[in-house]
């Protein structure tokens, strides 16, 4: 099994920033893509940023030019960089990620979520 612990969330005011981490832990043989997705109260689940495997990075369009995703494979730890924030960041931010373990290829998981939350 694989574990991912995010940190980082928490209130910030419009205009600020914070760094969120999550690092996987477990029965990991490779780590394929890792992605960070947000949901918004009485709003689906959106992605936010992916991080490849194959190094290419994408993000929503809401985000293009503030986030910023990186990835360390030593420590199995991806990261997003919040800048410029507003209030519509406002939500929960989960970590996710598509590992190939000891017993079987790319499973997929969940972190339990961080919050964030953007006061204007």
């Known amino acids: 099994q694989v574990q991912l612990l995010e940190s980082g969330g928490g209130l910030v005011q419009a205009g600020g920033s914070l760094r969120l981490s999550c690092a996987a832990s477990?029965?990991?043989?490779?780590?394929?893509?890792m992605a960070w997705y947000r949901q918004a109260p009485g709003k689906q689940r959106e992605m936010v940023a992916i991080?490849?495997?194959?190094?290419?990075?994408n993000y929503a369009d809401s985000v293009k030019g503030r986030f910023t995703i990186s990835r360390d494979n030593a420590k199995n730890t991806v990261y997003l960089q919040m800048n410029s924030l507003k209030s519509e960041d406002t939500a929960v931010y989960y970590c996710?990620?598509?590992?190939?373990?000891?017993?079987?290829?790319?499973?997929?998981?969940w972190g339990q979520g961080t919050q964030v939350t953007v006061s204007s």
């Open positions: 996710y990620s598509i590992v190939t373990t000891k017993l079987s290829a790319g499973q997929r998981f």
């Open positions: 477990g029965s990991i043989f490779r780590i394929l893509d």
């Open positions: 991080f490849t495997g194959g190094g290419v990075t």
